[in-house]
């Protein structure tokens, strides 16, 4: 098990992951895709995402790219985002009445 000394440095590999990690999740991608897109292998951007080593220069340049290059997300939700949103609406009543208020607040103001 890795552990680190009280004031010492992770070379920046947390915000590394954490950067990382966000982009993923807001592009939709998997880590087998995003191992695709970075030119690496899963098992390595699970161990990067989670913090556990610091990358290669090779792909930490990969990585600053991919960063950089993002694209904003679309003004029009995907068909995939509507799906997930529905399913969400489904499972909770809860959740449903939120994004209901929600949509009659935007109504309210447009």
């Given at each position: ?10 070379d ?77 609406c ?21």
């Amino acid at each position: 098990m890795e552990t680190r000394k009280a004031g010492s440095t992770d070379d920046g590999r947390d915000a590394l992951a954490t950067a990382l990690e966000r982009a993923r999740r807001e592009d939709g991608l998997s880590q087998q895709a995003l191992a695709r897109a970075l030119g690496s292998s899963q098992a390595n951007v699970s161990k990067l995402l989670r913090g556990r080593h610091a990358p290669r220069p090779e792909l930490a340049k990969a990585i600053r790219t991919y960063l950089a290059t993002r694209h904003a997300p679309p003004e029009t939700p995907t068909a995939a985002w509507q799906g997930r949103l529905l399913a969400a609406c489904e499972r909770s009543k809860a959740f449903r009445d939120m994004v209901d208020a929600a949509l009659l607040l935007m109504n309210e103001n447009e």
